[in-house]
Structures are given as structure tokens and as C-alpha cells.
């Protein structure tokens, strides 16, 4: 049997203004740490909705963290990260693989770790742990 590997055209990801409509900006210089989103099976206890049973579905847990490594130029996004990690704010985020059709998970996160290190090779690293606060949504 012959497998083909898919291949992936690029990813976005992005930071809501918590704004109403939100509005999603790209975090630019992301180099690592890209998430490994996708669903994972765990059982759901629907009894106080309209379903009756418990029940399988596809999420992922709250409080799962995101490792993420960014070349820090001072952006908007990525300043916001350490406002949000010293006021304990929670923010939409969003990923987009831009493949054909497209995949878009969104999910709200708290900035629980921001750190500037370096420079190395004259850049400056962005490290900062987001932890998601919500199911992720995939559309």
C-alpha cells in the first residue's frame, strides 16, 4: 500500500485585539514551538444537556501549555504577551494552516511565561508559554 505525506503550505498564528468583533493580528518572527494541535478523544459527561449519556468528544484539555520561540522585533503582539503575563490576562489566539482548505483552530490563553534571552547572532529570543483557558475549535 502506497501512502502520499501531506504537505503543509504554512501556518499563521495570531492574537485577538478583545475587541467585539475580535480582530486577529499575526504574531510575527515565530520560530518554534509551533503547536501540535489536533483532538484527542476523552469521555464528557453530557447528562445536564440535551444529550442524556456520556459521551465521546474530540478536544483538547484545558490547560494544556504552548511553548512558543519567537525572533523578538517589539511588535504589538509580542509586547502584548508580556502585559497580558503580568495582568494575568486571558486572549484569543488563533492557527491557521494554510493549506487548501484551510484549517483554523482558535482558543483563549493566559500568557503564563514571557522571557527575553540573547542576543545571539545579533536577535534577541522571545520564549513564552501560552496556557489554553478554553476547549480548541476547529473549523
Sequence with gaps: MSHTTQKAQGITFQQGDGASPEV?????????????????GV???TTDQVDTVEQDKEVIAVGQEIELEIDYNGTTQQDNMETDNQSDVTRAYKVTFTDSPATVFTFSAKCIMWKLEGPLKGKLTLRATLKF??????A
Excluded: K, S, W
Design 24 to 40: 486577529f493580528t499575526t504574531i510575527a518572527g515565530l520560530v518554534g514551538g509551533v503547536p501540535a494541535l489536533g483532538h484527542e
Design 43 to 45: 469521555r464528557v459527561d
Design 133 to 138: 483557558t478554553t476547549i480548541v475549535t476547529v
